[in-house]
């Protein structure tokens, strides 16, 4: 479970200050789809940041299955991170790498060392895609749609126990769109993990959520059941 409380976060200009994170508060429960909707500047992104620690808040707590991710240690919270797996808009793929290295990279950089199991675990997560055949391409070989499979495979091969979207779909057609949301469906489905979506697009809520939070101007101003 996350639960996040009474979390702001502040950003210094100039000559004044911005308040992305405005005194949220928020549960999202194991194997839920948790929707933060909102306009662009509404703080959705940096919220997510402040969930895997990339951003630390100015105030309140976060918890990951009871722990505080406030008093944990650096290497404590690298070993964290490797149980939560996260998606971008733009997809974050090293272009000089294959299908199968770009997925091997997250195993890699979480140290395993045994290639038989690194490559195992690649051909798994290949074939839970939908990219059987394409595992020697190169980025600019694939499509957006394949793109974004490459990267949740990437964000999976950790065996995360979350993963966090940051408008993983937004750069999509709506075709390649819904192909992408029931991929996600079915990784919580099948793998049990808590995936925790932002998005701008209410469509993308109804086809996946069961929970929704809308954010606007830094806070949650509506939450519930979709």
């Keep these: 479970m996350i639960e996040i409380k009474q979390v702001s976060k502040k950003y210094r200009l100039k000559d004044h200050e911005v308040v992305a994170v405005d005194d949220v508060s928020l549960k999202i429960n194991d194997g839920d789809i948790y929707g933060i909707i909102g306009y662009s500047g509404a703080g959705k992104s940096t919220l997510v940041r402040l969930i895997n620690q990339l951003e630390v808040q100015d105030k309140g707590k976060i918890f990951i299955d009871n722990q505080d991710l406030g008093s944990l240690s650096q290497s404590e919270l690298r070993k964290l991170r490797t149980k939560i797996g996260m998606i971008f808009q733009h997809f974050n793929l090293l272009w000089s790498?294959?299908?199968?290295?770009?997925i091997e990279l997250a195993l890699e950089i979480a140290g395993n060392k045994d290639k038989q199991l690194r490559h195992k675990k690649v051909q798994e997560l290949v074939k839970l895609v939908g990219l059987t055949g394409r595992e020697n391409a190169y980025p600019s070989e694939l499509s957006g749609?394949?793109?974004q499979r490459v990267a949740i495979a990437r964000a999976?091969?950790?065996?995360?126990k979350i993963l966090l979207c940051d408008e993983a779909t937004s750069a999509l057609d709506p075709q390649t769109t819904e192909a992408i949301l029931?991929?996600?469906?079915?990784i919580?489905?099948?793998?049990?993990?808590?995936?925790l979506l932002i998005t701008h697009e209410m469509n993308v809520i109804k086809k996946?959520?069961?929970?929704?939070?809308?954010m606007k101007s830094g806070k949650i101003i509506e939450k519930g059941d979709t």
Aim: proline share 3%; aromatic share 0%; glycine share 6%.
């Design 97 to 102: 790498r294959t299908v199968s290295q770009n």
């Design 145 to 147: 749609g394949q793109k």
């Design 156 to 160: 999976l091969a950790n065996d995360p």
């Design 182 to 186: 029931l991929l996600l469906k079915k």
């Design 188 to 195: 919580n489905c099948e793998l049990g993990i808590t995936i």
């Design 208 to 214: 996946i959520c069961n929970k929704v939070a809308v």
